[in-house]
């Protein structure tokens, strides 16, 4: 007969073997969390990165710069060498093309190789991304260049009077309202547009020249008979001002012209960049991809009109 009330259990096995299962599931835990820091940030050791070369895709219009240049300051921050930036863009706004362009460059002063691979279209803010890395490879039919700046303004005047809509529009100065799609553009409002125009302009040129300077040296010391270094900027800005009116390039027509570095296609661009960080054997190609957010985002800015438009004035570096 049983003992009432009964007599307690002994528990102490199970607390041990909880513990251990606690103790094995946080060490386990750690373990991952290492290998995940290691392979992220490059940390030293077995996992460091050293033969890797990281990939960044650059796909559809660009809009926005905040993820691509998220992930090219982590790898100028881990001990990787090599970014490999895969272009397949038509270019877009202005502001998002410089700041890629910009976070390259620091990269590069990062003592890290970066190489542009153009896959079929790799146009105006695309080519300005690409001009700022060591090199450029680019598949014989990829349609490149496009150097040049747009701005577009819907007029809808005519429709508004038809069906007897009308703006009154009280502003502060004169060019206020400038690109309103509710009237026609004025003369004095289309010159100071276009001043803007060729400013943005000149700053795309200079970035191509500064980016892309030995490679012209070296380009028009050929075709000038001079040394490489005597070549001025002046006599560069000279020579691509006239393939830089906005027309489309082909790769092989930029390779011939020097605004691209080699024809090849991805895989050439694989092996150039390992061989530039000195990597030994086949390289292992990791895809730093963007955040979901983005992807989502990106998707659907080429479809609005608005998402574009929203600000009455955007200046693009896009191919049309």
């Not at 011939?256 to 390289?283: C, M, R, S």
């Amino acid at each position: 007969m049983s003992e009432f009330p009964p007599k307690p259990k002994n528990h102490n096995v199970l607390y041990v073997l909880i513990g251990l299962g606690v103790f094995f599931v946080l060490t386990l835990g750690f373990v991952f969390y290492s290998i995940q820091k290691a392979f992220s940030h490059g940390n030293p050791g077995i996992f460091s990165g050293d033969d890797e070369i990281t990939l960044i895709d650059v796909k559809g219009p660009i809009y926005e710069s905040d993820d691509v240049v998220r992930r090219i300051k982590k790898f100028k921050k881990s001990d990787k060498k090599a970014l490999l930036i895969r272009l397949d863009s038509p270019g877009g706004a202005v502001a998002p093309s410089q700041e890629i362009y910009s976070e390259i460059l620091r990269a590069r002063e990062n003592n890290k190789i970066v190489v542009a691979s153009m896959s079929s279209l790799a146009a105006s803010g695309a080519y300005y991304i690409a001009s700022a890395c060591d090199r450029i490879v680019a598949n014989p039919g990829t349609l490149t260049g496009s150097i040049g700046v747009i701005a577009e303004f819907p007029d809808a005047s005519t429709l508004l009077k038809k069906v007897g809509l009308h703006f009154e529009t009280i502003k502060s100065g004169a060019f206020k309202d400038t690109g309103s799609f509710s009237r026609p553009m004025n003369p004095q409002e289309r010159e100071y547009l276009q001043e803007t125009i060729n400013e943005v302009y000149g700053q795309f040129l200079k970035s191509v020249v500064d980016g892309r300077k030995k490679a012209f040296q070296e380009k028009l010391a050929k075709i000038l008979g001079k040394k490489a270094s005597s070549i001025t900027e002046n006599e560069i800005f000279s020579y691509i001002k006239p393939w830089a009116d906005g027309r489309v390039l082909t790769g092989e027509k930029a390779f011939h012209l020097g605004f691209v570095d080699q024809l090849g296609n991805y895989e050439d661009a694989v092996k150039l960049t390992a061989q530039l960080a000195g990597i030994k054997g086949e390289p292992v190609v990791r895809t730093d991809a963007p955040s979901k957010l983005d992807q989502w985002v990106n998707s659907l800015l080429p479809f609005s009109f608005f998402s574009r438009n929203s600000t009455g004035f955007q200046l693009e570096y896009r191919f049309y």
